[in-house]
Protein backbone atom coordinates (compact mmCIF):
# COMPACT_ATOMS: atom_id res chain seq x y z
CA UNK A 1 0.00 0.00 0.00
CA UNK A 2 1.06 3.22 -0.92
CA UNK A 3 2.27 5.75 1.90
CA UNK A 4 2.30 9.28 1.52
CA UNK A 5 3.24 12.36 3.84
CA UNK A 6 3.11 16.27 3.31
CA UNK A 7 5.57 18.03 4.44
CA UNK A 8 4.07 21.85 5.28
CA UNK A 9 6.27 25.01 5.51
CA UNK A 10 9.17 23.32 2.95
CA UNK A 11 12.43 24.21 3.39
CA UNK A 12 16.33 23.59 3.96
CA UNK A 13 17.00 22.71 7.92
CA UNK A 14 14.30 20.24 9.65
CA UNK A 15 11.65 19.74 6.53
CA UNK A 16 14.66 18.66 4.25
CA UNK A 17 15.65 16.40 6.48
CA UNK A 18 12.30 14.79 7.77
CA UNK A 19 11.36 14.43 3.93
CA UNK A 20 14.50 12.39 2.96
CA UNK A 21 14.08 10.46 6.20
CA UNK A 22 10.39 9.29 5.51
CA UNK A 23 11.56 9.23 2.08
CA UNK A 24 13.88 6.18 2.95
CA UNK A 25 11.25 4.57 5.34
CA UNK A 26 9.27 3.78 1.86
CA UNK A 27 6.93 7.42 2.15
CA UNK A 28 5.78 8.84 -1.18
CA UNK A 29 6.32 12.32 -0.45
CA UNK A 30 4.66 15.78 -1.04
CA UNK A 31 7.05 19.07 0.17
CA UNK A 32 4.45 22.21 0.21
CA UNK A 33 6.01 25.85 0.26
CA UNK A 34 4.90 29.25 -0.68
CA UNK A 35 7.86 29.30 -3.36
CA UNK A 36 7.20 27.33 -6.34
CA UNK A 37 11.08 26.89 -7.50
CA UNK A 38 11.84 25.52 -4.10
CA UNK A 39 9.38 22.75 -3.66
CA UNK A 40 10.07 21.59 -7.29
CA UNK A 41 14.00 21.54 -6.94
CA UNK A 42 13.53 19.56 -3.51
CA UNK A 43 11.18 16.89 -5.51
CA UNK A 44 13.47 16.84 -7.41
CA UNK A 45 16.80 16.23 -5.31
CA UNK A 46 14.36 13.16 -3.99
CA UNK A 47 13.61 12.01 -6.91
CA UNK A 48 17.37 11.76 -7.96
CA UNK A 49 17.43 10.06 -4.47
CA UNK A 50 15.22 7.57 -5.93
CA UNK A 51 12.52 8.85 -3.44
CA UNK A 52 8.91 9.54 -5.30
CA UNK A 53 8.07 12.71 -4.70
CA UNK A 54 6.21 16.28 -5.78
CA UNK A 55 6.30 19.76 -5.49
CA UNK A 56 3.17 21.68 -4.22
CA UNK A 57 3.05 25.80 -3.91
CA UNK A 58 0.85 26.92 -1.61
CA UNK A 59 0.36 29.99 0.96
CA UNK A 60 -0.14 27.73 4.72
CA UNK A 61 -1.31 31.09 6.13
CA UNK A 62 -4.34 30.65 4.60
CA UNK A 63 -6.57 28.24 6.20
CA UNK A 64 -9.19 28.24 2.93
CA UNK A 65 -6.71 26.58 0.76
CA UNK A 66 -5.32 23.42 2.39
CA UNK A 67 -8.73 21.46 1.22
CA UNK A 68 -7.49 21.90 -2.30
CA UNK A 69 -4.60 21.97 -1.75
CA UNK A 70 -4.64 18.37 0.05
CA UNK A 71 -6.80 16.95 -2.99
CA UNK A 72 -4.00 17.84 -5.16
CA UNK A 73 -1.71 16.16 -3.36
CA UNK A 74 -3.97 12.92 -2.93
CA UNK A 75 -4.37 12.89 -6.95
CA UNK A 76 -0.72 13.06 -7.85
CA UNK A 77 0.93 10.65 -4.95
CA UNK A 78 -2.36 8.94 -3.75
CA UNK A 79 -4.27 8.77 0.03
CA UNK A 80 -1.85 10.71 3.14
CA UNK A 81 -0.63 8.80 5.96
CA UNK A 82 1.39 11.34 7.87
CA UNK A 83 1.24 14.90 7.96
CA UNK A 84 4.35 17.16 8.73
CA UNK A 85 3.66 20.42 9.98
CA UNK A 86 6.57 23.16 10.08
CA UNK A 87 5.25 26.24 8.56
CA UNK A 88 5.98 29.24 10.90
CA UNK A 89 5.79 33.00 10.50
CA UNK A 90 8.08 35.21 12.38
CA UNK A 91 5.61 38.30 12.03
CA UNK A 92 4.02 40.49 14.99
CA UNK A 93 7.58 40.43 16.88
CA UNK A 94 6.15 43.17 19.21
CA UNK A 95 2.79 42.83 20.51
CA UNK A 96 2.66 46.99 21.85
CA UNK A 97 3.10 48.01 18.14
CA UNK A 98 2.23 45.04 15.43
CA UNK A 99 -0.99 45.20 13.71
CA UNK A 100 -4.02 42.72 14.65
CA UNK A 101 -3.93 41.61 10.96
CA UNK A 102 -0.04 40.59 11.60
CA UNK A 103 -0.59 38.51 14.71
CA UNK A 104 -3.83 36.84 13.17
CA UNK A 105 -0.90 35.91 10.42
CA UNK A 106 1.00 34.38 12.53
CA UNK A 107 -1.56 32.65 14.07
CA UNK A 108 -2.84 31.48 11.31
CA UNK A 109 0.33 29.80 9.96
CA UNK A 110 1.00 28.09 13.18
CA UNK A 111 -2.61 27.07 15.02
CA UNK A 112 -5.67 27.57 12.56
CA UNK A 113 -4.02 26.10 9.07
CA UNK A 114 -2.47 23.37 10.79
CA UNK A 115 -6.12 22.78 12.04
CA UNK A 116 -7.43 23.45 8.61
CA UNK A 117 -5.08 20.82 7.28
CA UNK A 118 -5.68 18.11 10.02
CA UNK A 119 -9.61 18.57 8.79
CA UNK A 120 -8.49 17.85 5.10
CA UNK A 121 -6.43 15.28 5.55
CA UNK A 122 -8.70 13.16 8.38
CA UNK A 123 -10.70 10.85 5.76
CA UNK A 124 -7.27 9.36 4.34
CA UNK A 125 -6.19 9.28 7.94
CA UNK A 126 -8.75 7.14 9.40
CA UNK A 127 -8.67 4.37 6.58
CA UNK A 128 -4.65 4.40 6.77
CA UNK A 129 -2.08 2.18 8.50
CA UNK A 130 -0.42 3.90 11.22
CA UNK A 131 -1.52 7.41 10.72
CA UNK A 132 -0.10 10.59 12.09
CA UNK A 133 0.38 14.09 12.64
CA UNK A 134 3.45 15.48 13.20
CA UNK A 135 4.28 19.43 14.33
CA UNK A 136 7.91 21.04 14.68
CA UNK A 137 7.46 23.53 18.17
CA UNK A 138 9.76 25.68 19.28
CA UNK A 139 11.39 26.44 22.25
CA UNK A 140 9.69 29.96 22.67
CA UNK A 141 6.55 28.29 22.99
CA UNK A 142 7.12 27.06 26.58
CA UNK A 143 6.03 29.04 29.89
CA UNK A 144 9.44 30.53 31.58
CA UNK A 145 10.83 33.87 32.17
CA UNK A 146 13.54 32.60 30.51
CA UNK A 147 11.39 31.81 27.26
CA UNK A 148 9.68 35.25 27.15
CA UNK A 149 12.77 37.39 28.13
CA UNK A 150 14.19 35.74 24.89
CA UNK A 151 11.19 36.32 22.65
CA UNK A 152 10.80 39.60 23.59
CA UNK A 153 14.89 40.12 22.88
CA UNK A 154 14.15 38.25 19.67
CA UNK A 155 11.33 40.48 18.45
CA UNK A 156 9.90 37.10 18.56
CA UNK A 157 6.61 37.55 20.39
CA UNK A 158 3.70 37.21 17.92
CA UNK A 159 5.83 33.63 17.22
CA UNK A 160 6.17 32.66 20.67
CA UNK A 161 2.14 33.48 21.16
CA UNK A 162 1.47 31.45 18.62
CA UNK A 163 3.54 28.29 19.04
CA UNK A 164 2.14 28.48 22.61
CA UNK A 165 -1.17 28.12 21.36
CA UNK A 166 0.27 25.19 18.40
CA UNK A 167 1.71 23.22 22.05
CA UNK A 168 -2.15 23.15 23.00
CA UNK A 169 -3.47 22.05 19.69
CA UNK A 170 -1.20 19.23 19.16
CA UNK A 171 -1.67 17.99 23.17
CA UNK A 172 -6.21 18.40 22.43
CA UNK A 173 -5.61 16.61 18.84
CA UNK A 174 -3.73 14.25 20.64
CA UNK A 175 -6.32 13.41 23.02
CA UNK A 176 -9.11 13.23 20.24
CA UNK A 177 -7.40 11.60 17.73
CA UNK A 178 -5.64 8.77 19.71
CA UNK A 179 -9.06 6.77 20.11
CA UNK A 180 -9.60 6.44 16.78
CA UNK A 181 -5.97 5.36 16.08
CA UNK A 182 -4.24 8.74 14.83
CA UNK A 183 -1.41 9.12 16.50
CA UNK A 184 -0.64 13.31 16.81
CA UNK A 185 2.76 14.30 18.46
CA UNK A 186 5.36 16.90 18.21
CA UNK A 187 8.88 17.73 18.45
CA UNK A 188 9.97 20.81 20.08
CA UNK A 189 13.03 21.94 19.24
CA UNK A 190 15.71 23.88 21.48
CA UNK A 191 18.44 24.73 19.89
CA UNK A 192 19.54 26.24 16.52
CA UNK A 193 19.22 24.07 13.50
CA UNK A 194 22.89 24.00 11.40
CA UNK A 195 22.25 25.80 8.16
CA UNK A 196 18.87 27.21 8.70
CA UNK A 197 17.99 30.62 8.71
CA UNK A 198 18.51 31.19 12.12
CA UNK A 199 22.31 29.61 11.97
CA UNK A 200 25.18 32.54 12.16
CA UNK A 201 27.44 30.18 13.17
CA UNK A 202 25.88 29.26 16.65
CA UNK A 203 24.08 26.23 15.02
CA UNK A 204 24.42 23.22 16.72
CA UNK A 205 21.75 20.89 15.66
CA UNK A 206 22.19 18.63 13.13
CA UNK A 207 18.25 18.99 11.03
CA UNK A 208 18.70 14.96 10.10
CA UNK A 209 18.89 14.46 13.92
CA UNK A 210 15.70 16.66 14.32
CA UNK A 211 14.01 13.75 11.79
CA UNK A 212 15.49 11.04 13.79
CA UNK A 213 13.51 12.13 16.38
CA UNK A 214 10.34 12.53 14.66
CA UNK A 215 11.02 9.00 12.91
CA UNK A 216 11.02 7.37 16.84
CA UNK A 217 7.79 9.33 18.15
CA UNK A 218 6.24 8.47 14.80
CA UNK A 219 7.28 4.29 15.32
CA UNK A 220 6.70 4.48 18.99
CA UNK A 221 3.14 5.86 19.09
CA UNK A 222 3.39 7.18 22.78
CA UNK A 223 4.91 10.36 23.72
CA UNK A 224 2.94 13.80 22.99
CA UNK A 225 5.60 15.90 23.04
CA UNK A 226 9.82 15.44 22.67
CA UNK A 227 12.30 18.18 23.09
CA UNK A 228 15.47 18.03 21.10
CA UNK A 229 18.60 20.47 21.82
Not at 34 to 53: D, T, W
Not at 85 to 91: E, F, I, L
Not at 201 to 224: K, M
Amino acid sequence: MTKTIVVGGYGVGISRAVAEKFGREGFAVALVGRRAQNVQAGAAELERAGIRARGFSADLSDPGALAALIAQVRSALGPITVLHWNAYSHGAGDLLTSEPDALRHVFDVSVTSLVAAVQAVLPDLREAQNPAVLVTGGALSTYSPAADARATQLGAMGLAVAKAAQHKAVGVLHAKLKPLGIYVGEVTVSAIVKGTAADRGQGTLEAAAVAERFWALYSARTEVSAVIS
